[in-house]
């Protein structure tokens, strides 16, 4: 018979906000796991959002304030010298907010690794090259594609929307291109970018800084955004019933939290393009 000492620290963040009254509402919280003193996890496990209020529908999703507030509260209680674990399995989101939590994660002053648990897809993908070190199962999966939003209003109303776009896409690039091996090019990374390429963590190697691991992948994650891909793995797209079975909210109808995401990276254009 074996015995286990449980040996995990794990601390929840509970995230608030005023309202236009003052009033304090709950907007989502975070949970890391510590498995010593010198070491913390952040996971991000669900599809990335440009806000709190959207990511408080489900604890999976992951806004950029979730993750300041996370890193703030660990540099306040002098932890900003642990090493910080970061595991991504999110089939990607809103751009934006990708960028956002690219640039929060690059800013940390401790020693950084990345491990890619299953699938890195989209703006998801960047996120693990904030990291020092990137570690993957040979298995696993990186997506790259081009970055999509909505509009409305008039022609040049859309031609600044283009030009946020293209400007996304190049921060995009250059993220790949300053992590790129074997003499991958930017018109490579491009020409990925343009298709829609899916890769196993195996195949990114050849491209990318990416460490290998013998390891097998954790289950692949249901996301909500493989619905917008091109070509999206057809395993992907199963429906996992237990999906969000914890959260403390009701389940949100598919097609409404769709539309509440488009009208925020419609929202997040428009404020790029002010």
Not at 81 to 103: E, M, P, R, T
Not at 179 to 203: F, P, Y
Request: negative net charge.
């Amino acid at each position: 018979m074996c015995h286990y000492k449980e040996v995990r620290k794990t601390k929840k963040y509970q995230f608030t906000q005023k309202d236009k009254t003052g009033a304090v509402k709950d907007c989502g919280y975070m949970i890391y796991d510590s498995t010593d003193d010198e070491s913390v996890e952040l996971r991000f496990y669900g599809d990335i959002c440009s806000a709190t209020w959207i990511s408080k529908w489900y604890k999976e999703d992951k806004a950029p304030q979730d993750v300041v507030d996370f890193l703030a509260e660990l540099t306040a209680e002098g932890g900003s010298h642990k090493k910080l674990n970061v595991y991504v399995n999110s089939g990607g989101g809103d751009v934006f907010g990708g960028l956002a939590i690219y640039s929060i994660i690059s800013r940390y002053p401790g020693e950084k690794i990345a491990h890619i648990d299953g699938i890195a897809a989209s703006i998801a993908g960047i996120i693990p090259f904030a990291c020092d070190k990137v570690v993957a199962p040979k298995y696993a999966q990186l997506m790259l594609h081009k970055p999509w939003s909505s509009c409305w209003g008039n022609a040049n109303d859309f031609k600044k929307a283009i030009e946020a776009l293209n400007t996304c896409e190049q921060s995009i690039i250059n993220v790949y291109k300053a992590h790129a091996v074997n003499g991958t090019t930017e018109d490579k990374i491009r020409s990925m970018i343009d298709r829609e390429t899916w890769l196993t963590a195996e195949q990114a190697a050849e491209y990318f800084d990416i460490e290998l691991l013998d390891t097998e992948p954790v289950a692949a994650c249901i996301s909500d955004s493989y619905k917008m891909y091109k070509h999206t793995p057809e395993a992907l797209m199963k429906e996992d019933p237990n999906k969000h079975s914890e959260s403390p909210e009701p389940k949100e109808d598919e097609a409404l939290k769709n539309q509440k995401r488009k009208l925020q990276m419609s929202l997040d254009v428009l404020r790029l393009l002010k």
